[in-house]
């Protein structure tokens, strides 16, 4: 009989590596060439890429490279791009992102004792540099969403009172969480997921400033337990998705407490401004929280996926999700800690060597520096806004998001129909500097406007950068006043 293996003969793996290099460096020496959205597909490149027959015989893997970079890599979102200031999506790191070739072709698995280490390290690092404990235990995840997720499974299990992981939900009490209106959307589906419910999360008003409105929150815990439910978690927002608002947590961490609720906090986009001292008064309160959710492909700039759960107690992983069959080893060698028993998945990618190394690399006086540079950048931004006659501040930064409208200088006008044009001029606004493709920012709805919304986490952006893209909003606002205003 024929052995049979896939292996590949190793010169052309070399030089199979030393053209994706190329590739790399190629998109990295200026990656701005690219537009930041890619253009519409042609026939050409959907027949190359789709619409092929099920392949029977194998392909020559130098034809299937060109077809990548010819045809794949022009049709995807530039995320490398200087001028990306849309969504909370960053730039990426080339390091840790090569670090992804070692650990996909080598397969470094994610549960010997080596990467449960790094793991370990990884969350003792952030909850030092974060303020939220010394010696914090944790998880690694996809991003923020599966952050959250694992947050909220471990509030419901230490705060039920019955064994939700055996009963589950039904016929019990119903299990209640807070969070302001501004609270992002991956909250909803965890409460869903964990049988809980979207109707359990209670969405509290914002003042101006979009941070939870303390009086509200008090009264809402109050009607509930009146109703018989049964408050369990309170979710602390640093740093809201759509202004960057850092609820006031020390606060919330008094409630918590007083209501004997776990106190989560959603950290993944504004959390690591903690590293810059002027900032770091907004998140006092934060060494108070049982779990804090964060996600260094969003600041940190570490390539997507990395995301991350801080507990305090590694027994509040395991006892939310070890379940140790005879098939499965319970032991991880020389560690104390068995990864395997401190998450949903069971076989995952390696996600912590691109973190570990990112760390690393720069240290956290480096990323204090870019951050706080972020921070300078946006209130610039603010401040050029406020200061235009045809544009108009809609949140003031408190961490590196600005929102804002363009309101032409002629339309005096504050009626409903001016401000439903004004929400058609902006949309339109947005997606013009889309279709251009030199910049991006995105969109949101604040209070019923429709409003343009900056936000820097790209390590790319700079000064000139963000002038250029507000010239180019400028122009766009103008040009489309024309053609739309009736
Ligand atoms: C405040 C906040 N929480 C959670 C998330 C979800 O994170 P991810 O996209 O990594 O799943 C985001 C994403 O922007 C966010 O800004």
Not at 218 to 231: T, V
């Amino acid at each position: 009989m024929n052995d049979i293996t896939l292996d590949m003969d190793i010169d052309i793996v070399r030089s199979f590596g030393y053209r994706i290099i190329d590739m790399i460096v190629s998109e990295l020496s200026d990656p701005s060439v690219r537009s930041t959205r890619p253009p519409k597909q042609s026939d050409e490149i959907l027949s190359a890429l789709y619409d092929g027959p099920l392949p029977l015989e194998g392909e020559d893997p130098d034809e299937l490279l060109s077809t990548i970079q010819n045809h794949l890599i022009p049709a995807t979102t530039n995320l490398l791009h200087p001028r990306w200031m849309a969504y909370v999506l960053a730039g990426s790191l080339p390091l840790a992102g090569l670090t992804g070739a070692l650990v996909s072709t080598l397969n470094l698995g994610p549960y010997d004792p080596a990467n449960t280490r790094l793991t370990m390290t990884i969350t003792r690092w952030f909850g030092e540099m974060l303020g939220f404990a010394k010696d914090a235990a944790g998880y690694i995840t996809t991003g923020g969403s599966w952050a959250n997720l694992v947050g909220l499974a471990v509030a419901r299990v230490r705060r039920a009172g019955w064994d939700v992981r055996i009963d589950g939900v039904a016929g019990h009490p119903p299990l209640v969480a807070y969070v302001s209106e501004e609270g992002h959307s991956c909250l909803d589906k965890a409460m869903e997921l964990l049988g809980m419910g979207r109707n359990q999360l209670r969405k509290i008003s914002v003042g101006s400033d979009y941070r939870i409105l303390i009086d509200e929150l008090e009264e809402a815990i109050e009607a509930d337990l009146a109703a018989g439910s049964q408050p369990f978690c309170l979710i602390g927002n640093a740093g809201t998705v759509n202004t960057g608002a850092v609820d006031p947590l020390d606060a919330l961490a008094e409630i918590a407490s007083r209501h004997q609720l776990w106190f989560h906090v959603d950290g993944a986009y504004g959390v690591f401004a903690a590293l810059v001292p002027e900032s770091q008064p907004l998140f006092v309160g934060i060494e108070k929280a049982d779990s804090l959710a964060v996600d260094p492909h969003k600041w940190l700039n570490i390539p997507i996926e990395a995301g991350c759960i801080l507990v305090r107690d590694w027994a509040d992983l395991t006892d939310t999700f070890s379940l140790v069959p005879p098939y499965l080893r319970a032991s991880s060698g020389n560690s104390e800690v068995n990864l395997m028993e401190c998450g949903i998945e069971l076989t995952r990618s390696n996600r912590e060597l691109k973190i570990w190394i990112a760390l690393r690399q720069y240290g956290t006086k480096r990323y204090a520096q870019l951050i706080a540079n972020h921070l300078a950048l946006t209130r610039q931004l603010a401040s050029w806004v406020e200061e235009a006659d045809d544009f108009e501040v809609m949140s003031k930064p408190s961490l590196s998001i600005c929102c804002f409208r363009f309101v032409p200088p002629d339309l005096t006008s504050e009626t409903e129909e001016a401000e439903a044009y004004l929400n058609e001029l902006n949309q339109a606004i947005e997606m013009a500097l889309a279709e251009n493709g030199q910049a991006l920012v995105s969109g949101t709805v604040l209070h019923g406007r429709r409003v343009l919304r900056a936000c820097i986490v790209n390590h790319r952006v700079t000064q000139a950068g963000v002038d250029q893209t507000l010239q180019l909003l400028r122009e766009f606002g103008h040009k489309l006043d024309k053609q739309l205003r009736v």
